[in-house]
């Protein structure tokens, strides 16, 4: 069984940055994919970032060139820089890890951390 622990969330201008983290146990890390996900009041869960286990990425049209996803598998940590936030912003974030490595599905999740962007 894997946790994820999620932190780094708060209130922040529009303008400002945060950096979210995700901590998994587990000896596997390494081997997993692992994505943000984040759900504004009253929306759908949407994908923002992914890393593959070698460390490809992918992200949401809307925060490429702002936000970016990394992986330490030495602290088995993934985080998410996110800069230039704007209120649109505004979600609980989640973290999720696929065991297959591929992102097929997503086997672990975090119970999310929240991110306030005024407007």
């Known amino acids: 069984q894997v946790q994820l622990v999620e932190s780094g969330g708060g209130l922040v201008q529009a303008g400002g940055s945060l950096r979210l983290s995700c901590a998994a146990s587990?000896?596997?890390?390494?081997?997993?994919?692992l994505v943000w996900f984040r759900q504004a009041p009253g929306k759908e869960r949407e994908f923002v970032a992914s890393i593959s286990k070698t460390s490809g990425t992918a992200y949401l049209n809307s925060v490429k060139g702002r936000f970016t996803i990394s992986r330490d598998n030495a602290k088995n940590t993934v985080y998410l820089q996110m800069n230039s936030l704007k209120p649109e912003d505004t979600a609980v974030y989640s973290c999720a890890a696929s065991a297959d490595g591929l992102g097929s599905r997503w086997d672990y999740w975090g119970k999310g951390t929240p991110v306030t962007v005024p407007s």
């Open positions: 587990g000896r596997t890390f390494s081997n997993y994919a």
